[in-house]
């Protein structure tokens, strides 16, 4: 949810806002302030994410706010004058609109704070793995399939010879992401998201080519309806 505070000292601006703000399911109104000592004071109570932000109020003005607090929340400034443009993206402003506010142009400013406000993407964990003689590192959208072998695992990485891995394939089951990869048998693993192709040889034997990898893996019948089942949903 995106948390907001309105801040204007003029009751029909507030239900304004409100009205604007009713279409966007994702936005919570956390609370409302009509002037800078009642703002500063939720603020500080409510920790919203987003102000809607007037400049002039009797006796104090909008940019007062900001710069009485070390780390203020971001702000869409909501005002009836032009002349403070300038100043509002001085202190990174995302964005300023003029009343009357028209609900395209506060949508569209939602959007930016949506982008500005969501957290960054987390980067991939990196993944050793440990042959003999051997040590690679690799995300997991770079494993396409892991195949059983006893107390070992053969590991098929993007463009890589496969590697023979002292884990089982309960150990990877564990740690690598689900989705994309599935289960899909006793003894295999699959990447959904590198799978290419299922070629029914035969009833007991599919032929699955994964984006990375030259040759196929061969999956028995079982395997092989639980992996298309996967990737028809």
């Given at each position: 949810?995106l ?9 029909l601006?507030r ?9 966007h ?15 500063m ?22 940019f007062e ?7 203020p ?10 002349e ?10 995302i ?12 949508d ?23 042959a ?8 997991p ?5 892991i ?10 990485v ?9 884990r089982?394939i ?6 690598l992401?689900?989705?994309?990869f599935?289960?899909a ?11 290419r ?22 999956l028995?019948?079982?395997a092989?309806?639980?992996?298309k089942q996967?990737?028809?949903?």
């Amino acid at each position: 949810m995106l948390r907001v505070l309105i801040a204007d000292d003029e009751p029909l601006a507030r239900r304004a806002l409100r009205r604007l703000l009713a279409p966007h399911e994702d936005v919570e109104i956390v609370g409302e302030a009509e002037s800078i000592a009642q703002a500063m004071e939720l603020i500080g109570l409510l920790h919203p994410a987003l102000i809607l932000l007037d400049i002039e109020f009797n006796g104090a003005d909008g940019f007062e706010l900001l710069a009485a607090m070390a780390d203020p929340p971001r702000v869409i400034f909501v005002t009836a004058y032009a002349e403070y443009a300038v100043d509002a993206f001085a202190v990174e402003a995302i964005d300023y609109l003029l009343k009357p506010v028209a609900q395209p142009r506060l949508d569209a400013a939602l959007d930016r704070a949506r982008r500005l406000l969501a957290p960054p993407p987390k980067e991939p964990a990196t993944l050793e793995l440990r042959a003999p003689g051997r040590l690679l590192r690799c995300v997991p959208g770079d494993i396409l399939a892991i195949e059983a072998e006893g107390d070992f695992s053969r590991v098929h990485v993007a463009d890589q010879p496969p590697l023979m891995i002292l884990r089982n394939i309960g150990h990877f089951e564990a740690v690598l992401p689900c989705p994309p990869f599935l289960r899909a048998g006793r003894s295999i693993l699959v990447n959904c998201d590198r799978v290419r192709g299922l070629d029914m040889r035969s009833r007991d034997e599919v032929k699955l080519t994964l984006v990375g990898k030259a040759e196929p893996i061969t999956l028995g019948r079982t395997a092989a309806g639980r992996l298309k089942q996967a990737l028809a949903t």
